[in-house]
């Protein structure tokens, strides 16, 4: 995903010391900046995109191009197959932004979420598989804290959805409210909002609360890294209907936690940063009997435990400066 450049890579890293770009290819008109890729069980590829041509629906928006957005199907060495328009729900643009994949019920569930744009509608659809048919358009409501209180504006941009081992959808949203999703192979599917974190007030409509971004699952744990609150925390989704919050790890106040990935084969997970933070990765490990997350003692990066520098490296195109990362996966040996 180049998305300011508007090109999706295909890049081989059979060695990963020689990591090469193998193909690039451009968006199907008429949608507009790709960003979010699910891989399907039968080995093809979902995208999002955010926008579209034309001007937005969403009013006092200026963004061009900046029509809603829509999904496609691409073959895993990028061919497209086909695509969706996701539309507007109400006056508002609709920008898919990532997935949830229920291959046994014909369903895939698609959040909505702005990255550059300054308008998007606070919704969840859901489509069928088979024929990228939009079936339901669910909106997303501000959650409440363990003493009822509603936590304005924790419902903008719902972001990450994961399917858990009932069936269901668990999600949460940028702003840090979080959703379970069931019933979804009905006619009448049931959004939840089962839980909210706290986060700092933000001012004017263009920002948004909290920054909870990409968490990953392990175990019945749902790891959230929360940006604005320089931490990640650890909820127990044991009963996905009341989730938990068991633990938190702090980080610096200059790196900004947003994405999570998980090593296969360890307990290790690394941590990416979003908006501050950039010139470097933690690499993590989680205790699942405890629900706990400590910084890897076997890294030492600027003196931080657990943390990879990207500030002083030798790279292969030349002397170009500290590198930005923003997410990182672990790679099969």
Known sequence: NAHHHEQT??????????????????PPAPLRYPHDYSRTPKGTRLVGFLRSE?????????????????????????????TARAGTHGSKPIRPYAFAFLPDLDRVVVTSAPMMESTSADVVQIYRYSDFTLLKTLDLLPGRLADGREVAGSQRAGFGPRVLPDGSVFLNAYGCAFYR??????????????????????SGPEHIRGSCGIPIVFEHYWLMPAGQLHAVVVIDIRNPAAPREVSRLPTPATFNPH?????????????????????????????????????????????????LSLRNQAWPHGATGPAWGHAALFLPQ
């Open 9 to 26: 890579l295909l890049v081989d890293v059979s060695n990963p010391r020689a990591v090469r770009v193998a193909k690039t290819f451009s």
């Open 54 to 82: 034309g001007p937005s629906p969403g009013p006092g928006e200026t963004t061009s191009p900046g029509n809603y957005g829509g999904i496609a199907e691409y073959t895993a060495d990028g061919v497209l197959l086909r």
């Open 181 to 202: 999703l069931s019933d979804i192979g009905s006619d009448n599917p049931r959004l939840d909002t089962v839980f909210a974190l706290d986060s700092p007030e933000v």
């Open 259 to 307: 994405w999570l990935a998980r090593d296969p084969r360890s307990n290790r997970v690394v941590l990416g940063a979003e908006l501050g933070g950039e010139e470097g990765f933690y690499v993590l490990r989680f205790d699942a009997q405890a629900g706990r997350l400590s910084f890897d003692s076997t890294l030492n990066g600027e003196g931080q435990a657990g943390y």
